[in-house]
């Protein structure tokens, strides 16, 4: 039992250390191609992968934010951007299917962990769900902003929304009695698959 | 007394939830001006109604904010950004001078409300008036930095500048004894007063 | 003794006044470039000088901040602003060279008592210099954004780079035993010679 636990937790360790670098990297990239220094991709790196957890964590007021108390994650972050500074050739050549189900698998990722720390901290439902979304898109607003684009999620995709969604599950399927692992686990399937859906299918949210 | 007191609550309360509405449908309508989809609009409307509260909360130490402790304010503006967005020729059919009483009532609302939680929060008077003009135009200034336009409220128009004036008379009026309520609502008149008068008589602050 | 730590303290003080007060000139300067109003000139005087102490003071949990707890550092910095606004051509011929060794100088100052600050509230070293770093380049990055630009420090020179080198001295100096006040002077001469170099000699980042 104490084994399997240990092997869930490690399981968790990767998967968030998998997400942070994915967004790190698409963070870099994207900053290279707006002609940023060095400096400037690492920064956009930082910011697009742990941005929405600090923003989650100074809303519920969990300060300093897990994403500096724990000084790997900056150093994570900033060695995956300087890693794409350097290869970025390399990094670029990446088939963009696979940059989008990598993506996905992140976003669901960060969703999930965002609205079970939120709970944790005694926030209600609906507003955990949100709470959940920020947490997995907030990064890639600060990163827009910062290069002066309308976030791109509040433009198109089914992105934001397969967020929302997966935390809903989360929600939904505790209610429904089952454990905090299954459940994180439903909702973050639920997300990435509405999300590489909406690619595959090119569903998009209406415009007035 | 206690009749009168709840008759109080009851006036605030409607007033406060008139100007988070109407923050709100200013916002979704100018995001679905921005072409942004529904989740865009709907974002918008949370953030120009609720940001200037979230910023002055967050400012004091006040997590987690009341606009996201309390699920009905949330859902408020979403619910305000989605018949915005449904019924959005109607909404731009308001004629231009109802939108602007009802900002104008909207701005002295929150300029007073923000000033008095501040005070309230052991904030000196000069630094509590900056948090009450926050509170009334915190939310559009995000607004526009989401959509990448240099904040309306740091260009033209006595906007933040009556909201300022507003919080200064509410500190005023107490100091010269009058009752919290009574120093509000005189703040808040002489806010909208002022708000209203600069746009009849097109007055502006100085550029350099 | 004693009569020498007060001569310290004054020292400080009249460095932390002159920090605020070139960074306040700075940005009005440059809001008043970007055609904004005399409102709009003292905020973006406000938040260029005292914008990155709020960002380390909210991201450590150290509310309010003391930019707003303590009512001199607004009133100096709006004082800053309007003074700037009212004398604009006399400012605006203020050498160049000058502008650029105060401002490298307020750069120091607060890349140093942010690393500080951030030690005292218990971060650890790597993330502690990324604080510093913040408390001296922060409020430019806001005020860069307020008027929709990239921020500069993201693009271009050794800036941000100065800062992190100064803080990364700064605990250094103190790791091999200097006193705190030693660490500090040591880090910010660091800091300012790093970046008054690279303005000399034209250094910059590499660009992908």
Known sequence: MARMKLKTEAVVLAADLIGTSVFAVEGALSA????????????????????????????????????IRDWRYPALTFLAGLLT???????????????????????SLFAVAGVEKATMFGIRPFVAMLLGTVTGVGGGVIRDILMTRVPAVLQTDIYATAAFFGAFIVLL???????EGSAGLLGGLVCFTVRLLSVAYGWHLPKA
Chains 1, 2, 3 share one sequence.
């Open 32 to 67: 290279i191609h707006g002609n940023l220094d060095l400096l400037g991709v690492m920064v956009i790196a930082f910011i697009a992968a742990l941005g929405g957890g600090v923003i989650r964590d100074m809303l519920i007021g969990a300060t300093p934010p897990n994403a």
């Open 173 to 179: 399927g505790r209610r429904f009695g089952l454990s």
């Open 85 to 107: 500074f350097i290869f970025h050739s390399s990094f670029q050549a990446i088939p963009t299917q696979l940059m989008l189900v990598l993506d996905a698998a992140g976003l």
